[in-house]
Each structure stands twice: as structure tokens, then as C-alpha cells.
């Protein structure tokens, strides 16, 4: 190898399909340069030395970023970038998650209900196959079809009856399928009766 010719990259990552908590792994090998003389970049920003999901080897004839515990954060663009004084090449490669992952497409919102109300709180999700539906509500305990809540993945969400003070709080949306899975929060704040004017 000289060095005193323009960097190329002649083994480009390739892009990757996951599932959440996965890991992936990207290979970049160059010519014209050392394996020092490779960065990767996530999304276009540097990768943080200091984060324990990504991990820089460096081999024989390239570099390896290996990307793990992955969730939607690291999803994106990467590229390997290699810059000398002779001229700089980059190669980018994406990583996504599989195809019918479950992705919430209407999410719930943050709700102000008047006590004795009836409420209802989205959580539509695609995925392949068809993701299930599970509620936690704000004591941690899994939500139940009963005179009192009903969900419903026909309907996309969950309706509470008859809310009263004991119903507010924080509740959340998980959607999994065999792929993986997906959570949303969402706070109820219940106004009572006599404070509403």
C-alpha cells in the first residue's frame, strides 16, 4: 500500500435489517490509507467513543463497527469515512428494522377528562404479522376487559369508562409481534366534578 494514493473503499458495509434488542454488524475495507484513517458516522454525526453499543475492530485490510442492543435510536444512516491528505472516499449502508416490525403509526396523546367520562386512547400499530396489544395502566398492572376498561386492536386502542381520580397517571402501549416490540406512554389527568367550571 502507498500512501501517497487517493483513499478508496473497496469493501462497502452493507445494510442491515434487525430486530429490536439485535445486533448488526458493518465492514468497511479501504486501500491508500490505514485502518486509523476510518470514522464512522451515524446519521451523519460522529459515534461517541464512549458508547457501549458501538464497538470500532479494526482487522487486516478494514474496520468493523459492530452496533448492539439496538433500538429505535440506532436506526439510520452509517457511514464509513476515510480521509487522508491525499483525498477522502465514504460508503454509506443503512440499518432498519425488519420488514414487519411493529411501528405504532397513531400513538396515544396525553388526555385531560372530566370525571364520569368516558375515554379513549389510540394505539394503532402495522406490523407482519398483525401486532398484539397490551396495556399497563399507572399501578404497573396489566389492563382487562371489564366493565370498567376494554381493548380492542379492532378499534386500535383502549377505552376507560366512567373515569375518576383513581384512572390518572401514566399508562402504556406495548405492540409485539414474533419481530420484536413497541411501546408508547400516555398520561390521564382527571379533573373532578366539582373543579370543573
Same mark, same amino acid.
Given at each position: 500500500?502507498?500512501?501517497?494514493?487517493?483513499?478508496?473503499?473497496?469493501?462497502?458495509?452493507?445494510?442491515?435489517?434487525?430486530?429490536?434488542?439485535?445486533?448488526?454488524?458493518?465492514?468497511?475495507?479501504?486501500?491508500?490509507?490505514?485502518?486509523?484513517?476510518?470514522?464512522?458516522?451515524?446519521?451523519?454525526?460522529?459515534?461517541?467513543?464512549?458508547?457501549?453499543?458501538?464497538?470500532?475492530?479494526?482487522?487486516? +485490510?478494514?474496520?468493523?463497527?459492530?452496533?448492539?442492543?439496538?433500538?429505535?435510536?440506532?436506526?439510520?444512516?452509517?457511514?464509513?469515512?476515510?480521509?487522508?491528505?491525499?483525498?477522502?472516499?465514504?460508503?454509506?449502508?443503512?440499518?432498519?428494522?425488519?420488514?414487519?416490525?411493529?411501528?405504532?403509526?397513531?400513538?396515544?396523546?396525553?388526555?385531560?377528562?372530566?370525571?364520569?367520562?368516558?375515554?379513549?386512547?389510540?394505539?394503532?400499530?402495522?406490523?407482519?404479522?398483525?401486532?398484539?396489544?397490551?396495556?399497563?395502566?399507572?399501578?404497573?398492572?396489566?389492563?382487562?376487559?371489564? +366493565?370498567?376498561?376494554?381493548?380492542?386492536?379492532?378499534?386500535?386502542?383502549?377505552?376507560?369508562?366512567?373515569?375518576?381520580?383513581?384512572?390518572?397517571?401514566?399508562?402504556?402501549?406495548?405492540?409485539?409481534?414474533?419481530?420484536?416490540?413497541?411501546?408508547?406512554?400516555?398520561?390521564?389527568?382527571?379533573?373532578?366534578?366539582?373543579?370543573?367550571?
Amino acid at each position: 500500500m502507498s500512501l501517497s494514493e487517493t483513499p478508496q473503499i473497496t469493501k462497502l458495509p452493507k445494510t442491515v435489517s434487525v430486530g429490536t434488542l439485535g445486533a448488526a454488524e458493518f465492514k468497511c475495507g479501504v486501500t491508500g490509507a490505514t485502518e486509523s484513517d476510518i470514522t464512522w458516522l451515524h446519521n451523519a454525526q460522529p459515534i461517541p467513543k464512549d458508547n457501549p453499543k458501538y464497538m470500532v475492530q479494526i482487522g487486516r +485490510g478494514g474496520v468493523q463497527l459492530l452496533v448492539t442492543d439496538i433500538t429505535r435510536t440506532e436506526l439510520g444512516v452509517y457511514q464509513c469515512v476515510v480521509r487522508t491528505n491525499q483525498g477522502m472516499d465514504q460508503a454509506p449502508a443503512i440499518l432498519k428494522f425488519r420488514e414487519g416490525f411493529p411501528i405504532i403509526t397513531r400513538g396515544p396523546l396525553n388526555t385531560t377528562a372530566i370525571e364520569g367520562e368516558n375515554v379513549f386512547m389510540s394505539c394503532v400499530a402495522s406490523g407482519d404479522p398483525t401486532p398484539t396489544m397490551m396495556w399497563i395502566d399507572p399501578g404497573g398492572r396489566t389492563v382487562m376487559n371489564n +366493565g370498567k376498561t376494554i381493548t380492542s386492536l379492532d378499534a386500535g386502542g383502549m377505552t376507560i369508562f366512567d373515569v375518576g381520580p383513581a384512572d390518572q397517571g401514566w399508562y402504556r402501549c406495548t405492540r409485539s409481534n414474533w419481530l420484536g416490540s413497541v411501546t408508547a406512554d400516555v398520561y390521564l389527568d382527571v379533573i373532578g366534578k366539582a373543579n370543573f367550571v
